[in-house]
């Protein structure tokens, strides 16, 4: 059985833990692949709303191997924090496997990542803070810990040692913080370590295991296309590779083994956090968008900055990533709207581009180019099938699927599992 991924399409929060819980139900192992905490899926099941941070969306369905694979980032805490409060409603994690070669969010990370973003001061990225970037050149610069370091705190120790002697320095004398003790974050870790120790394994043989015995894997990213370390708004993207390229990467498995990749993608755009956004919309229509799609961070809380759909960018998307389709979330969101605008273009300096320009000061300047549309201006929430949907939605579906050249096949009107509608 070849493996599904599922990725992102814009700035993140585009539903990616609904369509992952709908989907699991044929799933097999439900893994993910890159990111940590600051990721935020929102699951609604049996009357309960679960944000996950951290657990793949499939621990809902009990028969589920949830993985957290080796591209991941994790701060022991947070996911400690995660699994009592799923306990705490019912949700057993007996089928969870924590990679051994994922990397430890260390507290230096966290506090690195949040002063050097009080640094930057206007030129901030709007991270989540949560020392995700940190952890990540620590990995790259070879100098971080791994989850199995856990299983040896002799090792674990003497690498903290190592990498103490630096990130202290640069605590105290850049940012006028305090130094970190060995011994305070050894007697935490050895906690989180006695904790998690049952979990540990070996991830990526798992995955390749249950290919080779014809289970069904379904890769759930984070993120998002446009805040790909490579190919998003660089700087303003995460660390890490949410492109369906990162999954192969980091589950540890041959891109052969993928046969399909489902984009999800909003039927507006949103963004948390700072950098370029050509459709955002800062007036009452843009006000409106948040206040219907209640657009507000999962994970941080900040109000998601709303504009209106960009074809540009999921033109992109498609290619980049190869999408065998799409998913078309919050389809309801652009109800009360008599009128809708796609983007399909960016004017700059008396140039339109159809295709994402490569040039940062050609995005930053961007004008959209928009076609306007009608909206349908009716609750289509309760509507189970495609053509019952009323025709103005029918045709704005349609439009999307033109300009961006993959298919819809899923249509998501509602938060719930029962408000999707498959064509
Ligand atoms: P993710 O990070 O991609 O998993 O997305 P988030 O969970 O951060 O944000 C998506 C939000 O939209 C969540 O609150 C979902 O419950 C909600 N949602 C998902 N699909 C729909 C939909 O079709 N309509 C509406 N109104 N809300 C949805
Ligand atoms: P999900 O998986 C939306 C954004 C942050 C910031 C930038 C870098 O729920 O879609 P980081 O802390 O990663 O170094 O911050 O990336 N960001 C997200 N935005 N959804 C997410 O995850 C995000 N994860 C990070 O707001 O702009
Ligand atoms: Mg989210």
């Not at 446009?226 to 369906?244: K, N, Q, R, W």
């Not at 053509?387 to 699927?401: E, F, G």
């Amino acid at each position: 059985m070849p493996a599904t991924i599922l990725i992102g399409t814009q700035w993140g929060d585009e539903g990616k833990g609904k369509v992952t819980d709908w989907l699991a139900n044929d799933m097999d192992l439900v893994v993910r692949y890159q990111g940590g905490h600051n990721a935020g899926h929102t699951v609604i099941a049996d009357g309960h709303e679960l944000k996950l941070h951290l657990l793949p969306s499939g621990i809902l369905h009990p028969n589920i191997i949830s993985i957290i694979a080796s591209g991941l980032v994790i701060d022991p805490k947070a996911l400690i924090k995660e699994l009592d409060e799923v306990a705490e409603i019912g949700i057993g994690s007996p089928n969870l496997v924590l990679s051994a070669n994922a990397h430890l969010i260390m507290p230096y990370h966290r506090l690195l990542d949040q002063a050097s973003e009080l640094k930057l001061g206007s030129s901030k990225i709007g991270t989540t803070g949560l020392g995700i970037g940190p952890a990540y050149t620590d990995k790259a610069s070879r100098v971080g810990l791994r989850v199995q370091d856990l299983l040896d705190m002799k090792i674990f120790r003497e690498k903290l040692e190592v990498a103490l002697i630096f990130k202290n320095q640069v605590l105290t004398k850049i940012y006028d913080a305090e130094p970190l003790d060995v011994d305070e974050i050894v007697d935490e870790y050895k906690g989180y370590a006695e904790r998690l120790n049952g979990i540990i394994g070996d991830a990526s043989r798992i995955i390749n295991d249950s290919l080779d015995e014809g289970k069904n894997v379904l890769l759930e990213g984070a993120q998002g296309m446009m805040l790909d370390l490579d190919y998003g708004t660089y700087p303003f993207v995460t660390s890490s590779s949410p492109i369906a390229g990162g999954a192969c990467v980091g589950a540890g498995i041959s891109p052969l083994r993928v046969k399909r990749i489902i984009g999800i993608a909003k039927a507006y755009t949103t963004r948390v956090g700072a950098g370029p956004f050509p459709t955002e919309l800062e007036d009452a229509t843009g006000e409106l968008m948040r206040k219907v799609g209640v657009e507000f961070g999962t994970t941080t809380g900040r109000p998601r900055r709303c504009g209106w759909f960009d074809a540009v960018i999921l033109k992109y998307t498609a290619k980049i990533n190869g999408l065998t389709e799409i998913a078309l979330t919050k389809l309801d969101v652009l109800s009360p709207f008599e009128t809708l605008k796609i983007c399909v273009g960016y004017e700059y300096e008396g140039k339109v581009y159809d295709y994402m320009p490569c040039h940062q000061t050609v995005f930053h300047g961007a004008k959209p180019v928009y076609e306007e549309v009608e909206g349908w201006n009716t609750d289509i929430s309760d509507i189970a099938t495609y053509d019952a949907l009323p025709k103005a939605a029918r045709a704005y579906v349609d439009r999307l699927q033109e300009l961006i050249g993959a298919p819809i096949t899923m249509i998501s009107v509602g938060p719930s599992r029962d408000q999707t509608i498959l064509r």
